[in-house]
């Protein structure tokens, strides 16, 4: 389930900064043999800086270049893994040792405070009561003795989740997608979880079978690829999002080797309003690793034993 030695190595080796060209700057970027702009290759999505603006930098969207290292001189000491202060249940919460974290060691070039660019105060808008009672229900079930399988989170069950959404968001490791196309589909191949989403471009509908990841449909506009997903399936969450997700995902080759995604989720049952993200992506010359979750992961059957034991503990 971790990312494997190699690739972290490689990692320490050739650093984290993620070069970006700024939208609307001219780029000299590679197409394809049928003249469609060329978003094949692996691409490394690691950066510190948050999903959301920080609430004590609540008035500034970017930072200078000097408050920009001390931030990130800040991250990185408070997300160390080797540190042992904080006493013995502190310990525990970080999991695994640094060396096997991979969040990157930079923000990105910009030095935007967020990868949220709308609403303008870099926020996710708020839940809706609706949302806020499925978030507590799910809190409730993960937290009580587990029933069945089902009980547990997809990504626990090694199903989606984690960094490869969609959408795609920066998360603990493995955050590398390879992208592959033809004329009239492309695909993303996410490392983490090994999902692989198939996407026509040949204008079909998008049917009315939910999915896991929902189904999507993309186009071109101009040198942007625009993929259209809906149709999830009610077990489905994205930060506590329900079946009505809405996502618009826009996929641009700004330069040899850097991408801009950008995506747009749109819910009324779980937000007060739809929101955006940017986040920049570099090219990669390591592969992508096999994702192998299930192989002796003995997690699942633990969990069901010990709850076994609690009910009949409970039951005596």
Known sequence: MKTPTARLVAMLVFGCLIPVVAAGQDATAPRT??????????????????????????????????????FTQQSLEGRNADRRDGGARRDIERAYNDFWWDRGTAVI?????????????????????????????????????????????????CITGFNSGPPMLPAAYNMNVQIFQTADHVVLLNEMVHNARIIPLDGSTHGTIPQWTGVSRGHWEGDTLVVETKNFLRETSFRNSSKN??????IQRLSEGALLYTFTVTDPTTWTQSWTVELPMRLSDLPIFEYACHEGNYGMDGTLSGARVIERKSGE
């Open 245 to 250: 997700l809405h996502l618009i995902e826009r």
């Open 109 to 157: 070039e910009t030095r935007r405070t967020s990868l949220v660019v709308n609403p303008p105060d870099g926020r996710i808008p708020p839940l809706t009561d609706a949302a806020a009672e499925r978030a507590a229900e799910r809190l409730r079930v993960n937290q009580r003795p587990t029933e069945d399988p089902e009980d547990r989170p997809l990504g626990e069950r």
């Open 33 to 70: 043999a049928w003249g469609a702009p060329d978003l094949g290759g692996v691409w490394d999505f690691r950066t510190i800086t948050p999903l959301e603006r920080p609430a004590a930098l609540k008035d500034k969207a970017v930072l200078t270049a000097e408050e920009a290292a001390a």
